[in-house]
Structure formats: structure tokens, C-alpha cells
């Protein structure tokens, strides 16, 4: 008897395993750089009712971090909002001043009064911000949402069976006017990479010395979705380095001896 039920849990797992990759196919994330977000007018409500169109979320001065969820989503959006929060919370940089966050809801069902809940529960966990507008939950209706979506390569689908929306993890960095910067797939978001990326976005715009020298000591690496130290930069750190070196070691060399007293 219970090899008949471990048997009948093994075929039930093989089912669900065949059948979800049938399910995900054609979702995906597409890294469409230098795209405008979105390509045509869109208007939505956001977490207050108000009707805003998606063009005037772009001030021309902050850089946007852009989340594409629905607020009923079981599990995933959750996890993506929440890898947004601890990113940004170790970045040193302040929500609504230097930069400002998205979250356009897949949902048309979702309602204001849905948005205004998770604008109370994200908001309340950025531990630098200025305003409500840090942080700005949008619902709209269908063709305003995949006009954003499409636009920005986010490709997801309905499934009638579950009611659920298919999607995959992942955000987006945009300029101050509304062009794709940076990619970031997966729910899981590096301080450090998240910083550069949204200083590489502000297009030169009221940039510091300090993130002006970071820009140029490191580099994006598509590989691994993440920043490293230009190749460049190492060649004239270990150059310098030898040339201190070589330097140090003429002066050990000609340095004249003590000579003891008689």
C-alpha cells in the first residue's frame, strides 16, 4: 500500500513538472536597452485614485526603478518588492529624492484599495525616503498595462485554470525620461549593483566627484547581471602599484649606510 501511494506522489510530481514548463512557455524577460517605457501614452490610477499618465511618473531628474506584479500574486511579486526594499535600503540613497520606485500591477482586477495597501506596507519599509511619491502603486486596465509591459520586454500570460498571471522575476532601471538603462532578473538585487545602475541611468545629471570616479572604476558585466572593476582600471592599478614598487625598492638600494661611531 504505501508503494502505491509514493508511486502515485512520484506520478503526480512528474505531471506537475511536465506540464508547468508547457504553462511558462513564451513567459520571459527581454533586455530591451535604450527602449522608451512605454513606446505610446498610457494612463493609470494610482494608490490615491488619482488618474496619472505613465509620461509624468518622468521628471527629466530622478532615475526610476520600475516593478511589473500584481498585489494577489501568491508568492513571487512579494518576494521581488521585498528583494527591491533591501536593495535600496543598503544603497545610501534616498527614495523620492534621489531616485524613485514604480510598481505597475499586471491586475486589472487590482484595485486602488489594494494599491493603497501595499503602498502602506513598502513604503513603511524603505528606511530613507522622502514623500509618498518614493514609492507609487499603479492599476490600470489591459491595453494600458501591456503597453508598459511590451514595451519594457516583460512577456507574461493569464492562466485561466489557476486565475493566476505567469510572470518572471525580475526589475527594471530607467532614466529620467523613461529609457531602459538596466535589467535585473531573479529576486535578488545587490546594493552595490542597484547604486551604479541607477547613477549610470541619471545620464550625467547632477552626478558627485565620488559616483562620477565610481562610473569610471567599474563597469556592467552582462554575464553576471552585477558591476566589476574595469579591466582598465586593474591594468593602471597594478601598473602604478610596480612603478611604487620599483621606487620604494631605488630608494632602499642608493638610501646611504650608517656608518658607527669610532
Given at each position: 500500500?504505501?508503494?502505491?501511494?509514493?508511486?502515485?506522489?512520484?506520478?503526480?510530481?512528474?505531471?506537475?513538472?511536465?506540464?508547468?514548463?508547457?504553462?511558462?512557455?513564451?513567459?520571459?524577460?527581454?533586455?530591451?536597452?535604450?527602449?522608451?517605457?512605454?513606446?505610446?501614452?498610457?494612463?493609470f490610477?494610482?494608490?490615491?485614485g488619482?488618474?496619472?499618465?505613465?509620461?509624468?511618473?518622468?521628471?527629466?531628474?530622478?532615475?526610476?526603478?520600475?516593478?511589473?506584479?500584481?498585489?494577489?500574486?501568491?508568492?513571487?511579486?512579494?518576494?521581488?518588492?521585498?528583494?527591491?526594499?533591501?536593495?535600496?535600503?543598503?544603497?545610501?540613497?534616498?527614495?523620492?529624492?534621489?531616485?524613485?520606485?514604480?510598481?505597475?500591477?499586471?491586475?486589472?482586477?487590482?484595485?486602488?484599495?489594494?494599491a493603497?495597501?501595499?503602498?502602506?506596507?513598502?513604503?513603511?519599509l524603505?528606511?530613507?525616503?522622502?514623500?509618498?511619491?518614493?514609492?507609487?502603486?499603479?492599476?490600470?486596465?489591459?491595453?494600458?498595462?501591456?503597453?508598459?509591459?511590451?514595451?519594457?520586454?516583460?512577456?507574461?500570460?493569464?492562466?485561466?485554470?489557476?486565475?493566476?498571471?505567469?510572470?518572471?522575476?525580475?526589475?527594471?532601471?530607467?532614466?529620467?525620461?523613461?529609457?531602459?538603462?538596466?535589467?535585473?532578473?531573479?529576486?535578488?538585487?545587490?546594493?552595490?549593483?542597484?547604486?551604479?545602475?541607477?547613477?549610470e541611468?541619471?545620464?550625467?545629471?547632477?552626478?558627485?566627484?565620488?559616483?562620477?570616479?565610481?562610473?569610471?572604476?567599474?563597469?556592467?558585466?552582462?554575464?553576471?547581471?552585477?558591476?566589476?572593476?574595469?579591466?582598465?582600471?586593474?591594468?593602471?592599478?597594478?601598473?602604478?602599484?610596480?612603478?611604487?614598487?620599483?621606487?620604494?625598492?631605488?630608494?632602499?638600494l642608493?638610501?646611504?649606510?650608517?656608518?658607527?661611531?669610532?
Amino acid at each position: 500500500m504505501r508503494k502505491f501511494w509514493a508511486l502515485l506522489l512520484v506520478g503526480a510530481g512528474l505531471s506537475i513538472a511536465a506540464e508547468l514548463p508547457h504553462k511558462l512557455e513564451g513567459v520571459r524577460i527581454e533586455e530591451r536597452l535604450g527602449a522608451t517605457v512605454p513606446a505610446s501614452p498610457a494612463v493609470f490610477r494610482d494608490e490615491t485614485g488619482k488618474e496619472i499618465p505613465f509620461s509624468a511618473l518622468f521628471d527629466g531628474k530622478r532615475p526610476v526603478i520600475l516593478v511589473i506584479a500584481y498585489f494577489r500574486c501568491p508568492m513571487l511579486c512579494g518576494l521581488v518588492q521585498g528583494a527591491v526594499v533591501n536593495g535600496v535600503n543598503g544603497m545610501g540613497l534616498t527614495a523620492g529624492a534621489d531616485y524613485r520606485i514604480v510598481t505597475v500591477s499586471m491586475d486589472p482586477k487590482d484595485t486602488v484599495v489594494e494599491a493603497a495597501k501595499n503602498a502602506g506596507r513598502y513604503r513603511a519599509l524603505l528606511k530613507n525616503r522622502t514623500g509618498d511619491d518614493a514609492w507609487t502603486f499603479l492599476t490600470g486596465e489591459t491595453p494600458e498595462i501591456r503597453k508598459v509591459a511590451d514595451a519594457a520586454g516583460f512577456i507574461y500570460r493569464y492562466d485561466p485554470a489557476s486565475g493566476e498571471y505567469l510572470h518572471a522575476a525580475g526589475i527594471f532601471v530607467l532614466t529620467p525620461r523613461g529609457k531602459i538603462s538596466r535589467v535585473f532578473t531573479g529576486a535578488l538585487y545587490k546594493s552595490f549593483d542597484l547604486k551604479l545602475a541607477l547613477l549610470e541611468a541619471k545620464e550625467g545629471l547632477a552626478r558627485s566627484a565620488a559616483e562620477h570616479f565610481l562610473l569610471y572604476c567599474y563597469q556592467y558585466n552582462p554575464k553576471q547581471e552585477g558591476y566589476g572593476l574595469k579591466a582598465m582600471v586593474l591594468m593602471r592599478l597594478g601598473g602604478a602599484l610596480a612603478v611604487l614598487s620599483l621606487v620604494l625598492l631605488f630608494i632602499l638600494l642608493t638610501r646611504p649606510k650608517k656608518t658607527k661611531p669610532a
